[in-house]
């Protein structure tokens, strides 16, 4: 499993209703993509719970490299790079997956929480650390899903969930869903990646 991630940041001016434009016409173009679990086209909006930014920051689990690069390398990219100009592609390696109580429930807000993981620490326990987040996240109130990764070239984990309501009992930065593509999210395997 791999988690994708990039993130536009417009001027505090710029009308959001364009990137919720562009999304309600393209959003559907990866629902059938081979190869990625899920797929969510997230925003944050300056002064809309407690953002500081104007954002465009989809967020991606992919099954497998081969799907991942074929969106990348394969033309899909190609068209935001076009329009926006090419951002940096942050990357993480799975930790771990699971569905919450509300799996079958549409996705309203995200949360991430990014954090660095520090010098010195038994790294499987740190690793087995973001395993069990991922569970406990996964099995609050209205959590659809949750999931843990992490980049080992600047050690830094990412715990990433999706949420029923707006109110997620889950430290980090919220964004707004607006559209989630899943073609193979029962596919993403549960539990601990290793």
């Known amino acids: 499993m791999?988690?994708?991630?990039?993130?536009?940041?417009f001027p505090a001016d710029y009308d959001m209703d364009i990137i919720r434009g562009r999304v309600s016409r393209?959003?559907?173009?990866?629902?059938?993509?081979?190869?990625?679990?899920?797929?969510?086209?997230?925003?944050?909006e300056r002064g809309?719970?407690?953002?500081?930014?104007?954002?465009?920051?989809?967020?991606?689990?992919?099954?497998?490299a081969e799907g991942m690069n074929r969106f990348l390398w394969g033309g899909a990219f190609q068209g935001l790079v076009n329009d926006f100009g090419r951002p940096v592609v942050q990357h993480w390696t799975g930790l771990a997956y699971e569905e919450g109580g509300a799996a079958g429930s549409p996705a309203k807000v995200a949360v991430?929480?990014?954090?660095?993981?520090?010098?010195?620490?038994?790294?499987?326990?740190?690793?087995?650390?973001?395993?069990?987040?991922a569970g406990r996240l996964a099995a609050l109130d209205g959590a659809v899903c949750?999931?843990?990764a992490v980049d080992p070239?600047?050690?830094?984990?990412?715990?990433?969930?999706l949420w029923d309501h707006d109110s997620p009992k889950a430290p980090g930065?919220?964004?707004?869903?607006?559209?989630?593509?899943a073609p193979e999210r029962d596919r993403l395997p549960r539990g601990g990646q290793w």
């Open 173 to 181: 930065e919220i964004f707004r869903v607006l559209h989630m593509s």
């Open 153 to 161: 070239r600047h050690w830094e984990l990412v715990h990433f969930s």
């Open 48 to 64: 809309v719970d407690g953002s500081p930014v104007n954002q465009y920051a989809p967020f991606y689990l992919w099954n497998g």
């Open 112 to 133: 991430r929480r990014r954090e660095r993981v520090p010098e010195g620490v038994e790294l499987s326990e740190v690793m087995e650390e973001a395993v069990r987040e």
């Open 2 to 9: 791999h988690a994708l991630q990039y993130e536009l940041t």
């Open 26 to 44: 393209i959003g559907h173009l990866l629902d059938d993509w081979d190869g990625l679990g899920f797929k969510t086209y997230l925003i944050r």
């Open 146 to 148: 949750a999931a843990a």
